[in-house]
Structure formats: C-alpha cells, structure tokens
C-alpha cells in the first residue's frame, strides 16, 4: 500500500482532531463534511500556493509547490480527490496519476479489532516513532500539545504540536488553516490566506490528459490495511523501538551525537545545494575515464611482447 497524498491529507487530519476522537485514529468519516474552501500559501523550503474544498462525502486540493533538491529547483503541481470508497491523485506536469482504494475504513476495522493492549501498543509505539522522526522530546504525546488558539483567515482555530510539527485546526471543522514543520531537512509552513462556506464543485473534476494507473483491488487493499495496523501495534515493533531508543539515549548521553542548530544547518545547506545529478555525471565519467585506461593498458601489454 503505497503512500499518497490524499492519505497524507486525511492522517494528518486524524491526529490533529481533538483527544476525543482519538480513540480510533482512522475513524474519520467522510460523510456529511461541511462545504468549505480554503486557498492558502506555502513558505519554508517549499514555496507556492494551494486549494482546498470538501462538501458531503467528497474533498479535493490542487496545490503547486517549488523546492529546491540536490541541487535542483523544481515545481511540481498536483491534484487529488478523496471520498469514502476511493482515493485519486495525478502529478499535473508528470501527466500521470493513481487511482486507488481508500484505507482508511478497513484501517479503521482493523483497529477497532485490536484488543485494549493492542491499541496501548499502537498509541505507544505511534508516539515512539514520532519522537525518532522528528527528534521531538520525550513524552510528547501522540494527539499533540494544545498550545491556544490563533486567527487565520478570520476563522479562529486551536494551535497544536506534534514533536517539530505544528497545526492550526477549526473547531468542529476538519479543515487544518496553518501548519508547518521540517523533515529530513526540508522545512515547510502552510498559511489560509481565505476561507468560505461554499464547496467548489470544479475542484472535484479530474483534470484532463492524465494516464491513470488503477490500484482498485479492496481484497488486497483490505488485507494491506489490516497488515499495516497490525504491525504497528505488534509487541515486535515495540521491542524494536525499545531497542532503538536505548542505543540512541546511550548514544547522545554525554551530548557527542547532539549537532548544534549551526551545524543542522550547514548540514541540510550541503544537502539542498549538493547536486546529485552532476555528482553522478561525474563518477560516471570517471569511472569510463578509467575503464578506457584500463582497456588501453591492457591492450598495449598485448601489443608489445618481450624479446
């Protein structure tokens, strides 16, 4: 089960709703959602604007982003779909998408079957790797830290954090107006610039000329989903995790492991600015540099016999 950005959307959407919710993290029903568009900007590493509507068992976002990677500036445009049976998303420039089954329901199930110490092992080890991700402090806890509330876009919205990670989420409303955060050294903040009641109903037309791949297999999709779930509250996992954090706490006990927030930041400007494509023209050219020497030397011993 591939991730996606429709997915990305809907969990991130399910661990910022309020701690009552939280009960089962994939029961996010998308029915009966409340009319609403959003438009919003991107800053950080990723520049660019957005745009968001949802109405009945339907939402749907076309957003275009620009980044800098190795070395490379590129911008990509996207748009996807999602309701309660199916999940769409297509690169725009790439001309190609997926169409695929949304898991979130059988992930849903999944959990719901999941005995009381099943689901502590889930919440614990989501904490877990939450807190290796982002290198967030101990004992932040899975559905965020409230931290108030905030105006955006005239619309009043409650300010939480997850390890590095920030959202601003309307009150009875899925509708996220502010995050922001880095991962692996790309930084991003997402900013409602205007919100209104109103659904948009050409957002959810698919955009033409888009090669779609299918992935509409629910079997598979159901077994995938309960799979996923199943590991993630495994006592294995947990075991594994225990592991990783005592050798990372006995790693950065004396502080040497620590980097500095300078020296976080030369890092990822080195690995913004590292151009991989001409790193791998070069090796590639040497590397055929030295296999014509290798095959030169070795012809002309052949060429020339001793006496």
């Not at 998308?30 to 604007?49: C, F």
């Not at 190609?96 to 059988?106: E, I, M």
């Not at 590292?274 to 020497?293: I, R, T």
Request: charge should be positive.
């Amino acid at each position: 089960m591939r991730p996606s950005l429709p997915l990305a959307v809907l969990l991130s959407l399910a661990f910022t709703l309020p701690a009552s919710a939280q009960q089962n993290p994939f029961a996010i029903a998308l029915r009966n959602l409340p009319a609403y568009t959003v438009e919003y900007t991107m800053g950080g590493d990723l520049t660019g604007t957005g745009r968001s509507t949802a109405g009945g068992d339907r939402m749907a976002s076309l957003q275009t982003m620009t980044g800098k990677f190795f070395g490379k500036t590129s911008t990509s445009t996207t748009w996807s779909r999602t309701d309660a049976q199916e999940m769409w998303s297509a690169d725009l420039e790439k001309k190609s998408g997926t169409k695929s089954v949304n898991p979130l329901p059988s992930m849903a199930k999944a959990y719901d079957e999941l005995d009381a110490a099943g689901r502590a092992r889930f919440h614990d080890n989501m904490q877990s790797m939450t807190q290796f991700v982002t290198r967030a402090l101990p004992g932040v806890p899975l559905d965020g830290k409230k931290t108030g509330t905030k105006t955006i876009a005239g619309e009043t919205c409650a300010m939480s954090e997850i390890g590095a990670f920030s959202f601003c989420t309307m009150a009875k409303v899925p509708v996220v107006l502010y995050s922001s955060g880095s991962f692996l050294c790309v930084s991003y903040e997402q900013t409602a610039t205007s919100v209104s009641r109103t659904t948009d109903p050409t957002l959810f037309e698919a955009p033409a000329g888009i090669k779609w791949t299918e992935e509409l297999d629910r079997p598979r999709a159901d077994s995938a989903a309960r799979s996923w779930v199943g590991q993630l509250a495994s006592k294995e996992l947990a075991d594994s995790l225990a592991k990783a954090r005592a050798k990372y706490t006995e790693a950065t006990a004396d502080g040497q492991a620590q980097m500095t927030p300078e020296q976080q930041k030369q890092m990822c400007d080195a690995l913004k600015n590292f151009n991989l494509g001409k790193a791998m023209g070069n090796a590639f050219k040497q590397a055929f540099a030295q296999m014509g020497k290798d095959v030169l030397k070795g012809g002309l011993r052949g060429l020339i016999k001793r006496p």
